[in-house]
């Protein structure tokens, strides 16, 4: 081995070292600029990630504005305000608080058809925490108040929105949002009920999260709760 690298000429010794030299200056400068294009690769396919995430973002913020945009117009209606003293009177006869009931829920189921991504529309007391008005009738009288619709008592001028769980009655996930109903007969001094909207996430919100549009063939969406876990899909 030691034979190899002697040189009779020094001639050969400095054209040994000369190539030497410049093979090692070739590798070192493929291998500079072989991590600079790697660099940019992963710059350029980060920025592309960044900004499909930010256009989820985007669209899922529309998406929870019209959301609450609508159970805003339905705590407002003036019919649903109106019903204050049924909620708090027992002194109309029975006969006719069904009536009336009746009216109000077919009222509410009005909006379920109009609001594609609901699937149940209700009203909580605010002080039993049972539910007085439903448009699923049958789920009226049941008592919720170990539910978090109740922090709105606490911010009483937000729409809440809840984390997606699954529902062991409609055996679905479901997405809740809840706002308070202010009284009309005192011009919204106190509030007299909790509305509560459950969004079926199957009907517009999986499917936009689905949307693997600049992710590739294996790209997903994630939308995770506080404790890292994943709520939609994959």
Request: proline residues 7%; aromatic residues 12%; charged residues 15%.
């Given at each position: 081995m030691r034979n190899m690298f002697q040189f009779s000429h020094l001639r050969g010794k400095i054209l040994f070292y000369f190539l030497t030299i410049s093979v090692?200056?070739?590798?070192?400068?493929?291998g500079i600029v072989y991590y600079q294009v790697s660099l940019n690769i992963r710059l350029q396919e980060t920025e592309k990630l960044i900004a499909v995430r930010n256009l989820k973002t985007n669209r899922l913020l529309s998406w929870l504005d019209e959301r609450k945009g609508d159970i805003r117009v339905v705590a407002n209606d003036n019919q649903i305000r109106a019903m204050e003293?049924?909620?708090f009177e027992?002194?109309?006869?029975?006969d006719q608080r069904e009536e009336i009931f009746t009216f109000a829920r077919n009222h509410l189921q009005s909006y379920l058809k109009n609001f594609a991504d609901y699937h149940e529309i209700l009203i909580i007391?605010?002080?039993t925490g049972r539910i007085?008005?439903?448009?699923?009738?049958e789920r009226e009288g049941i008592d919720v108040s170990d539910r978090p619709y109740f922090h709105i008592l606490n911010?009483?001028?937000?729409?809440?929105?809840?984390?997606?769980?699954?529902s062991e009655y409609l055996s679905r996930n479901t997405l809740d949002f809840s706002v308070p109903i202010y009284c009309e007969e005192h011009q919204g001094e106190h509030i007299i009920g909790i509305l509560v909207a459950r969004t079926n996430p199957d009907a517009?919100?999986?499917p936009l999260l689905g949307d693997t549009v600049g992710l590739g063939e294996s790209?997903?969406?994630m939308i995770v709760d506080q404790e890292g876990v994943v709520q939609n899909p994959l």
């Open positions: 090692v200056a070739l590798l070192v400068a493929f003293f049924l909620f027992q002194e109309t006869p029975a007391h605010p002080e007085v008005l439903s448009t699923l009738e911010q009483p001028e937000q729409v809440l929105v809840h984390q997606i769980r699954y517009s919100l999986y790209g997903e969406t």
